[in-house]
């Protein structure tokens, strides 16, 4: 088993999307496209070449991971300690359920006007909302990996005198961190589909901000560029989350496809 090499990326997925392009040349081709609404292929990897020339794709992809991993950061910092805190407490659990049904399934575009309103256009509003969509999702699968724990652990923990700190930091971690991983995992991708959404929506930087003025000045060349290039981001993150995952918990993520 040493020396095993655990991520590996199958190229034979990559078959259906160049047999998608392939077609869509050749019938761009066939047909004489010309179109405000549509794009050859070629002319979308031109766009997208020129993007990355003048540095614009490079600038916005900045502004959009820096409000989605801000976000991340702190929406999954703040469901991963109340996963932790309602995993372990049934109390805390109940008083705090209808509350999180509540508002868990509340759209993240739909608190856009009222997070416009507090806090007008800018960075703070985006990441505060890419915040408020990705802690249910750590908070739920956080919660559910902390029940899950085999309870002779915790009693271990409480005959050895831990307090709650060193319960947390000595045996619910450790024990609960595969399954957190890939609540992690999932929220990475919320986090990018919010803070684009974000973009596209209400507020002027990012990619959804270029696909909003590429659609706005007819160059759908360069809005399907956009589209395609923040495919690739959420592809390239989820590869090295999942080589990461297995480096990390080795045996515990040999069920995971490979990428």
Avoid at 94 to 109: F, G, H, K, Q, Y
Avoid at 189 to 202: D, G, H, N
Avoid at 219 to 246: E, Y
């Amino acid at each position: 088993m040493t020396g095993r090499i655990w991520w590996r990326i199958d190229w034979r997925g990559a078959a259906v999307p160049i047999g998608f392009l392939v077609i869509a040349q050749l019938a761009a081709l066939n047909g004489d496209l010309q179109s405000d609404n549509l794009a050859a292929p070629s002319d979308v990897a031109v766009a997208c070449w020129h993007a990355i020339i003048d540095g614009t794709l490079f600038r916005r992809t900045l502004e959009t991971l820096a409000s989605a991993l801000g976000g991340l950061a702190l929406g999954g910092s703040i469901g991963l300690f109340s996963g932790i805190l309602f995993g372990l407490f049934q109390t805390v659990d109940r008083l705090m359920n209808v509350t999180v049904e509540a508002v868990r399934p509340i759209p993240s575009a739909a608190v856009i006007p009222v997070f416009l309103l507090i806090f007008g256009f800018g960075f703070p509003m985006e990441v505060l909302i890419v915040a408020f969509s990705v802690t249910w999702t750590m908070l739920i699968l956080t919660r559910a990996a902390v029940a899950g724990i085999e309870t002779r652990l915790l009693e271990v923990s409480r005959a050895l005198g831990f307090g709650f700190g060193a319960r947390v930091y000595k045996i619910i971690l450790p024990a609960a961190l595969p399954r957190i991983f890939v609540a992690f995992r999932l929220t990475v991708a919320i986090a990018l589909i919010v803070a684009v959404t974000v973009e596209v929506a209400a507020n002027p930087q990012g990619l959804g901000y270029t696909i909003m003025l590429a659609e706005q000045t007819l160059r759908p060349d360069l809005m399907f560029a956009v589209l395609a290039w923040i495919g690739l981001i959420g592809w390239a993150l989820n590869a090295v989350l999942l080589w990461t995952q297995r480096r990390l918990f080795g045996m515990a993520a040999i069920d995971e496809p490979a990428p």
